[in-house]
Every structure is written in C-alpha cells, then in structure tokens.
C-alpha cells in the first residue's frame, strides 16, 4: 500500500513539473494578476545556494557601494523575494533554519525551535543553503530591477515593488530597465529610482526562473543571451530540466558552482533541489 501511495505521488508529482513547465504563453495572459509558482521552496532553496557560493567566491570583487540584480520574466517575484530574504538574513548573521524572516512585511517572527536530529543537523550544516554569510556594516547596497510582459501585476501585490512590462525581445533590442536601491537596514522600504543607478551599468546578477525555456526560436534566444552577456557578469536559470540549451559561443560559459571555475570537462555544473535545476553561467563578454 505505502509503496503504491509512493509511486502515485511521484507520477503526480513529475506530471505537475511536467505541465508546469509546458505551460503555453496563453496561460501567463489569463492568471498574470494571480499566478504562484508552485515550485517556489526548490526556487528558493536554489537561489540561496547560489548566493552563498557567488558571495563566497566574488564578494571581494563587487562595487562596494552597489550590487545590481536583474529579476527576468519575474512572475510573481519569486527571485525576488528569494533574493530580499538572502540579503536580510545576511545582513542580521541569521541561519536559514532557525528564524523565518519575511522581507517584504520586514516581520521577524522566531517561533520556539524544533528539535533537529543530529544527523540532519550535521546534513544541513554540510548544505550551501543551510547558513548564510554575515555581510557586514560595509556590506554594499542591493539594486534592484524586474521584467515581465505578463505578470507585474502579480508581481508588484507580491513585493511592493515596481515591475517593467518588457519581454525578452526588447531586452534582445537593447532595452533595460531602471533599478531601484534596496535599503540594507530598511529592505522592505526601497528608495525611488536615483540618477546616480543607470541602467547602462554592469549588472551583477540576472536570475531567470522556469521562463527561459518559452523561447522555441533559436535565433531569439541567441540574440537575447547574447545582450545580455553585455550587460551582466552572472546569469542564473532555474528550471524543472536542462533546457534551454545555451551554446558555447553564445556569450556565456557554463559555470561548475563547486570549483567555481569553467564546468568544461567537470561534471558538476549545476545545483539541484528537489528536481529543480539551477544552472550558472558567467558573461564571457564581460
């Protein structure tokens, strides 16, 4: 019986991803003001495994005085929020399984703490999601921007934050939007736009989750990562499989997050979370 409810949960599970990931444009029109990814615990857990090693490996190399992070087809903000509960619990020295903090409502409720078996907690200490880095007094400020031609709406009741209407193409053509200064000792507050954040910048970080994979032509998908190797030093895609497949002479190389050097000839070149892959890529146009 346990063996059977455990192979119908598993075909439900990979037929949820499967739909999940096949979702026509259509769809992102008709629930664009209310949709959720429901994968978001892998999303998150992806990203803050990322965001540990990136800080690990690169924060000596950042501007002191700025990070910028661009959210691609952003849905409801879920890189977004991933990324605002990074930098908050960085910035506190807080570990990830003690306090939930919500970054939008800036609530920081520590319920009484559960007992964790030493096994698992030995487990989680080894994990690269499990702890996170102290930042610091002279930690740099976090930028902010976030596209989606379908979904700000939902985007924005999520985060309080603005989200530009713009599509893959216009940022093929050229197109970036402005950023917006996150405040480090205030993150649920952000600042208006400042002449001083151009959008011309170096970006340091663009996070696209389960949406570059909508692109079917070859050609557009060139022309996009090709910009953006331009534009930004990290790309992050997290999506449910190894798709889409971005070639060698794209502008990017893909990234081994343990050696933290090129994945070529490695086997380990990317972070997976419950089935959920998140590849890293650095600009090699940059």
Known sequence: MKITVLKRFLIVSRDVMAITYSIPIKYYHKVGSSYRNPHFPAIKECIFAFMNIWWAHESRHVDEHDIKMLDLAAGSGEATVCTLEWWKRCSVGQDGHDQQIDPITNRNDQPRKAFIPPKLKEKRAQSPSSCFPRLGEKAPTLSLTAIDPYTSE????????????????????????????????????????????HSSDIVDIAICSFAMHLIESPSELFALLWELSTKVRWLVIISPHKKPEIKENWGWVLWDPKLWQSAQGHSQHEIVKNRVRCRIFCSANI
């Open 154 to 197: 939902s985007y924005q009741s999520r985060t309080n934050l603005p989200c530009h209407s713009l599509s893959f193409r216009d940022l093929a053509s050229g197109a970036m939007p402005p950023f917006i200064q996150i405040l480090n000792s205030d993150l649920d507050k952000p600042k208006e736009p400042e002449s001083n954040i």
